[in-house]
């Protein structure tokens, strides 16, 4: 029996009908058998097993049981199980839907609302709202009430709407509110700190509202807890809702999709007026595109880390022009930039020679502590460094 074949066996459960099965979570359990089928098809005994017992509700559940115990005899995670306990939960299918959804986005048009308050005296501290028209992970267009952001695979236009200026600059994938959203929703599935508090009607969108509560250690004695609460969609499984409690910070972010704007190369047009001025940081810099040319254009020996989150691959390195100023410590710097295949992870590690030491400061929206392997092994390696971890995003 081949994949395809699994395929259309799973599809004869007729997994979506409730008069089948009573238990809800044994019908998710059966759905996400479909998961399994590229990376398991070949256990043919469990599948005959399957097919031979099909006509019977009884049969049908031994059937699925005997398959989950025989991938846990390999000691392989089985798709649609909250990792730890091993059972299939209610919450579990939420966040896995949720992911799958964002992971299949291409092109998307998104109204982003965020206003952060200070809860101890009620002071909004921050409003602000975007309309992005994402095209791709490094191709995109966001207007807010003040800026324009045009990114186009390489660099940025940021252009300010008072004075009428622009800026040129590398682009930060993370600037883009959905590949943020990506990042997020990947972390809630992978980490599993999240639970199923309730259900709302929002604004017309029933929705289901999923809560995760996060230990941020400050250092080794102290721990902080941020919460976030998320309202999904129950019918698109998209984010509507997002509210972050980050100590004395509430922060809520609401999304509004638009299904039925086609996205095009013409919306990423800046159409901005001709006499804008736009200062190019690429100017003032030089970029390069493999490390072995950065290395080259380095005054100092770059440290290369070994150890880096799976996933993460070398996209370039970029470096400023000599300044006249000689205590300019960017005259002897360097940044590598380093980012998974989907841009929704990013690592940037910027060197800084002062001195026989050299000072380095990681930038990262990977979660804390996932870093620690990377830092941990430098500087067993390295004694003349200092290391700065800075995270940007925290589940």
Aim: contains cysteine; glycine residues 4%.
């Amino acid at each position: 029996m081949n994949s395809d074949d699994l395929n259309k066996l799973i599809d004869e459960l007729n997994i979506n009908s409730k008069s089948a099965f009573d238990d809800e979570e044994m019908i998710s359990l059966l759905k996400n058998l479909k998961d399994l089928k590229e990376a398991y098809y070949k256990d043919k005994d469990v599948i005959k097993s399957i097919k031979a017992k099909k006509k019977r509700k009884s049969s049908l559940i031994a059937a699925a049981l005997i398959f989950f115990t025989s991938i846990q005899l390999f000691n392989l995670p089985f798709i649609g199980t909250k990792i730890g306990d091993g059972t299939l939960t209610p919450s579990y299918n939420i966040v896995y839907a949720m992911q799958k959804t964002y992971d299949s986005v291409k092109t998307i048009v998104l109204d982003t609302s965020i206003v952060e308050t200070n809860i101890k005296n009620n002071k909004v501290i921050k409003k602000e709202s975007w309309k992005e028209i994402y095209a791709g992970p490094l191709s995109y267009r966001m207007e807010g009430c003040d800026q324009i952001l045009i990114a186009d695979g390489t660099k940025t236009l940021n252009y300010d709407k008072k004075s009428k200026k622009g800026v040129l600059k590398w682009t930060n994938p993370l600037a883009s509110p959905v590949l943020e959203l990506k990042s997020q929703v990947d972390d809630i599935y992978k980490y599993g700190n999240y639970k199923l508090v309730g259900s709302e009607n929002l604004d017309g969108i029933d929705t289901n509202v999923i809560k995760v509560e996060t230990e941020i250690k400050k250092s080794k004695v102290k721990v902080r807890i941020k919460t976030d609460t998320y309202w999904i969609d129950k019918k698109t499984n998209f984010i509507v809702k997002h509210e972050e409690l980050n100590g004395d910070v509430k922060r809520i972010v609401t999304y509004n999709i638009d299904f039925n704007t086609l996205v095009n190369k013409d919306d990423l047009k800046p159409n901005l007026p001709e006499d804008v001025y736009v200062y190019n940081t690429f100017d003032n810099m030089y970029i390069f595109n493999s490390i072995e040319d950065a290395k080259k254009a380095s005054d100092f020996d770059l440290i290369i880390p070994d150890k880096l989150p799976t996933g993460l691959k070398f996209f370039n390195a970029w470096k400023y022009k000599k300044d006249p100023n000689p205590s300019n410590p960017y005259n002897h710097s360097i940044q590598l930039c380093y980012y998974n295949e989907d841009y929704t992870k990013v690592v940037y590690i910027e060197e800084f020679k002062k001195g026989d030491k050299i000072l380095i400061k990681i930038s990262t929206n990977f979660v804390h502590g996932e870093l620690k392997p990377t830092i941990d092994d430098l500087k067993s390696k390295y004694r003349n460094i200092d290391i700065t971890l800075s995270e940007s995003s925290v589940y």
